[in-house]
């Protein structure tokens, strides 16, 4: 049995705007129109598009936070918007941009006052918070007002804070939004391990695409509210129509090949030749058919830039798709 | 729903035997949590449905904690909460003064003594002060909505209201109640040979100023809930609460008639402390109010806290949140 589970689910907003003075415009938005999936235990999966696609919206009415305006919902067999902290007890929720420790107190007051709410028995919360002190190493910082927190490690109390209770689900909305390089190795290394050990469901929006290749074997891709993309990662690169690049070492430098059926010259570098091939098709003749017609030194493979290949899907909106914080 | 009535069993993570550690090395042993989405609850405390009596229970834990929680933040600039504690306590007593100034050149007020409205003045108080004390951050609600950082309450297992209520809670406003209380004794002081005490007239003082005040926090719930769909709303329930507190403090025969029907028929706030307090005072009620109306105010608190809570359920799943 799966344990998120999404059936035609959509929400609409009446959003007035003043067109004149006194003049007020009605307009029906669809912010999410009608997204079915199911999520299994276990699963790591990538929840990604481009601004205002829907993302925050459907992780807003999977926690209860949001009624949905149709369709069916069920997290944990429970429905989100009717039960909300009942469901909460089972579910942990980061949002990047929106802290939910006490911003004057120590990060340790916030996790006792997690420890009360959620009535967590005191072996299971002590062992869970040695746990994440380890691995998210927030020792020396349990003592410091939050406010004096860095953005990265405030993220990181932030994630320890969603798991003291032991949820089953967890919802990340962009966890690594604003972190060095470093706090976002360990922020990603701590969720893998943390699904691999634990069994967590773990549901990830995030603009930062390495986020994805890193942490999840699944990627949902949303656009307008509907879903675009479900399957695998590897499977985005042929749904999104992309190409993956020969690229062949020669023994010296000669004319473009033009001649090799399937394939297409990008550009030389010397004896290097990049050739495109669409990603779909097999790599093994086209080697085969270089190597019999030129003197092949050394090739290699690169897979398409995952990257280039949501902002085709988006059909253009690459430039929001790095870009920064969400917005409406 | 059926599980809800499913007695948990077992030990929810199904990670028995596998050392003292559930995150032990043996990754490929038992899946963590089971299969079965029915499940037993973590901790196997099951929060059980939406009981009023489990909900309030719950919500005044919660209460307590945040406030607590609050409490504890403001210490954290000590300074600054010894000026707002000294600053608080200057106006209060300032207030105060007002009062004893006003009375000591007034020796009546639409008929009323000066006892008598000192008897208004600290019943509606006292009421209005434990409501504010309680209940005055929901007036702030609004900003949180607007900023979106509501999301993060409704993201915990403990009730909404509660959360919201105890929000920046802070002890400062307990000067109100203590002045409120203060004028209400030493009305009582001065009233206890001009009124005809009886059993019934004794306790409708404490009563009507814990049903006062219970009414005042039905109002500032209702108030709230309206800001779920207009956030810029607190100005009016500022009329109604803190306006309404003014309005009590004088005898109703100060006002125009249609005013003193309308607190009584519209905004029933004329249960808060006139109709009982004009009943302990022998005085007839005002906009011809049937005398029994003086012992109303439980019923009609009552009442306000059912309209108060449905107002708010729907405002809850209303709420819109912010666009990220």
Request: aromatic letters at 8%; glycine letters at 12%; a neutral charge.
């Amino acid at each position: 049995m799966p344990l998120i589970e999404l059936d035609g689910l959509e929400k609409t907003f009446t959003v007035r705007r003043k067109t004149g003075l006194l003049r007020r415009e009605r307009r029906e938005v669809r912010a999410v129109d009608g997204i079915s999936f199911t999520v299994d235990r276990g699963e790591m999966v990538g929840y990604i598009g481009p601004n205002g696609a829907g993302k925050s919206t459907t992780v807003k009415m999977l926690t209860g936070i949001l009624t949905p305006s149709g369709g069916r919902l069920r997290v944990a067999g429970i429905d989100p918007a009717r039960e909300r902290t009942r469901l909460a007890r089972r579910v942990g929720v980061v949002f990047g941009q929106r802290t939910t420790l006490w911003w004057d107190l120590p990060l340790r007051d916030s996790y006792r006052l997690t420890h009360r709410m959620y009535r967590i028995p005191d072996d299971r919360y002590e062992e869970n918070l040695a746990r994440c002190v380890e691995l998210l190493d927030l020792g020396d910082l349990l003592d410091v007002p939050v406010r004096q927190l860095s953005l990265g490690q405030r993220m990181r109390g932030d994630i320890a804070a969603a798991l003291l209770h032991d949820p089953e689900v967890l919802y990340l909305d962009e966890p690594t939004i604003g972190l060095d390089v470093v706090s976002k190795a360990r922020v990603r290394g701590f969720l893998r391990e943390l699904n691999a050990e634990r069994g967590t469901t773990v549901l990830l929006t995030t603009h930062d695409l390495t986020d994805i290749e890193q942490l999840c074997s699944r990627v949902m891709v949303i656009d307008h509210g509907r879903l675009v993309y479900d399957g695998g990662l590897a499977g985005l690169h042929e749904a999104g129509d992309g190409e993956r690049m020969l690229v062949v070492d020669l023994a010296r430098e000669l004319p473009p090949i033009t001649d090799v059926p399937g394939a297409r010259f990008v550009r030389a570098d010397g004896p290097r030749q990049h050739l495109a091939f669409p990603a779909s098709a097999s790599a093994a003749p086209l080697v085969a058919a270089v190597a019999e017609a030129y003197p092949l030194v050394d090739l290699s493979v690169r897979e398409p830039d995952i990257e280039s290949v949501i902002a085709k899907m988006y059909g253009g909106a690459a430039g929001e798709l790095t870009g920064g914080p969400g917005s409406p | 729903m059926a599980e809800r009535l499913r007695t948990p069993v077992g030990e929810p993570y199904g990670t028995g035997g596998r050392g003292p550690s559930p995150y032990g090395t043996g990754s490929g042993g038992p899946a963590p949590y089971g299969t079965d989405i029915d499940g037993p609850f973590p901790y196997g405390a099951d929060p059980g449905g939406p009981s009023p009596y489990r909900t309030a229970v719950e919500g005044l834990r919660t209460y307590r904690m945040v406030a607590a929680m609050w409490i504890r933040s403001t210490m954290a600039y000590r300074a600054s909460f010894a000026l707002t504690l000294f600053t608080s306590f200057c106006v209060t007593f300032f207030d105060f003064v007002v009062i004893l100034l006003m009375f000591g050149q007034v020796r009546g007020l639409g008929g009323f003594s000066f006892a008598e409205v000192a008897f208004l003045y600290g019943s509606t108080g006292t009421a209005f002060g434990a409501a504010d004390l309680t209940m005055g951050s929901l007036q702030r609600m609004g900003r949180r909505i607007r900023d979106g950082s509501l999301d993060v309450f409704l993201l915990r297992p403990v009730p909404l209201l509660a959360q919201v209520a105890a929000d920046k809670f802070a002890l400062r406003r307990l000067g109100r109640v203590l002045q409120g209380l203060m004028v209400l004794v030493w009305s009582l002081v001065l009233l206890r040979d001009e009124v005809a005490w009886s059993w019934e007239k004794v306790l409708m003082v404490p009563g009507m100023v814990v049903c006062g005040a219970v009414i005042f926090m039905a109002v500032m719930v209702l108030g709230a809930s309206a800001l779920f769909w207009l956030q810029d709303a607190s100005e009016v329930t500022n009329a109604f609460t803190y306006g309404g507190n003014t309005l009590l403090q004088y005898p109703p025969a100060v006002f125009a008639q249609d005013l003193v029907k309308g607190v009584v028929y519209v905004v029933p706030l004329a249960f808060v402390n006139w109709l009982p307090a004009l009943y302990v005072l022998g005085r007839p009620a005002p906009a011809g109010v049937p005398s029994w109306a003086a012992f109303a105010p439980p019923f009609v608190a009552l009442v306000c806290c059912a309209v108060a809570g449905l107002a708010w359920r729907t405002g809850v799943r209303a709420y819109r949140s912010t666009g990220s």
